[in-house]
Structure formats: structure tokens, C-alpha cells
């Protein structure tokens, strides 16, 4: 139990273009999604926290405006990167919670995006 | 399919106990094994190991990767309720990208 499903794996996008990332719970309601980022040295990001049916809460320095969270359902969140830059290229890494205080975060497989 | 699995998935314990943490993969174009802890916001990156049998230690912290039997362990000796988190494994691939397993939740009691 308790998968967390990512799509696209990898993609390749030109600069300029958005892309979205999708983040599904396949086997539970997620009332709380939460995505990273991983920088070098194998430090991870956090960039934001969605609740289901509100507005996702961004981390300093995170632009909202270029990185989009919806989380319209139970199971799903989404994040899109706008106008991409191939510095936004990186691992980006969704968790998803079924309890909104204290809950188990379960890490989906994550994303590659390469901006060329 | 790949996996990363951990044990137990919680635990609990007093201060001063010493806690051993388990983290079994199978996967394929293996680069690494990660550590982290998470308390409140993001993991916070602990180890990370490449070869077998070479311990890395930091303070109470010590972890060993076996890449014969594909499994890691993290010890944490003399343990403090500052302890408490969820601590994660993480496989690294060749290409960098990354699988979590499900995390351990250790709690220390006073």
C-alpha cells in the first residue's frame, strides 16, 4: 500500500515552454502533497506544501508564479513549470500524506527535467 | 520492479538506547545509498554510500552499506529525544535520479 506515482519519469522540454508534472496517490486519499526539488550534494528542496482544495503554500524563494501547484482531488497534485529555463532543469520529487499534521509521507519516484 | 524497503517502519525507544535502522533495495544501475532525516520540513541529507563495508560516522550516527546482500544500516547510539524523526533511505541511480523507501519513524521517549 501507500504507492505514490509520478508522470512524466523524465522529459525534455525547449526553454521557454511549460511542463507539467503530475503526482497521483494510487491507493490512498492524500489530503497533503508536498514537492522537492534536489539540488547538488544530494540535498533536497522543499518547494511547496498543497492541501487538497486550497492554495499550495510556497517555501521562501520560491517563485509561485513559475512553479504551479494545483491539487484538485484526493489523488492528485500537479506542478508546472512555466516559461522554462534550463536552470529549472533538476529531479523533482512529489511525497504525498494521507493525514494533514504529523502524517507518513510516502515519496513518489520523481521526475527528471531537462530544459534545453 | 525496483524497490527500497525499510525496518521497522516505526519505532520506539528510550534515551540512551541504541537504535539500529534497516534499509534492503533491489534495483537496477545502482550508484548509491542515502540517508536522511526528516523532522519537520525537507530531509536533511545524513550519508551517503557508495562502496561496501566502509563505515561513515558522524557523531552517533553511523551507517554501513553491504552491496552483496543490498541492504544499509543506520545506527544511532546513546539516543536523545532530539532524535525523533523519520529517517529515510534513498537509492541514487547512475543517472542521479532517486527512490525513497517508506521511512522509519523513530520516536525516543525521555
Known amino acids: 500500500g501507500a504507492v505514490v506515482s509520478q508522470h512524466p519519469s523524465r522529459v525534455i522540454c525547449k526553454s521557454g515552454t511549460s511542463v507539467k508534472i503530475e503526482c497521483r496517490s494510487l491507493d490512498f486519499q492524500a489530503t497533503t502533497m508536498f514537492w522537492y526539488r534536489q539540488f547538488p550534494k544530494q540535498s533536497l528542496m522543499l518547494m511547496a506544501t498543497s492541501n487538497e482544495g486550497s492554495k499550495a503554500t510556497y517555501e521562501q524563494g520560491v517563485e509561485k508564479d513559475k512553479f504551479l501547484i494545483n491539487h484538485a482531488s484526493l489523488t492528485l497534485s500537479t506542478l508546472t513549470v512555466t516559461s522554462a529555463h534550463p536552470e529549472d532543469s533538476s529531479f523533482y520529487i512529489c511525497?504525498?500524506?494521507?493525514?494533514?499534521?504529523?502524517?507518513?509521507?510516502?515519496f513518489g519516484p520523481g521526475t527528471r527535467l531537462t530544459v534545453t | 520492479e525496483d524497490k527500497v524497503v525499510q525496518s521497522p517502519l516505526s519505532l520506539v525507544v528510550h534515551e540512551g538506547d541504541t537504535v539500529t535502522l534497516n534499509c534492503s533495495y533491489e534495483v537496477t544501475n545502482f550508484r548509491s545509498l542515502l540517508w536522511y532525516k526528516q523532522e519537520k520540513k525537507a530531509p536533511t541529507f545524513l550519508f551517503m554510500l557508495t562502496s561496501s563495508g566502509i563505515e561513515k560516522k558522524s557523531g552517533r550516527l553511523s551507517s554501513i552499506l553491504d552491496k552483496k546482500e543490498l541492504f544499509s544500516i543506520l545506527n544511532i547510539t546513546a539516543t536523545q529525544t532530539g532524535d525523533s524523526a523519520v529517517y529515510l533511505c534513498a537509492v541514487q541511480y547512475n543517472n542521479n535520479d532517486m527512490r525513497f523507501g517508506a521511512g522509519t519513524r523513530l520516536t525516543v521517549k525521555p
Open positions: 511525497s504525498a500524506t494521507p493525514q494533514t499534521v504529523g502524517g507518513e509521507q510516502y
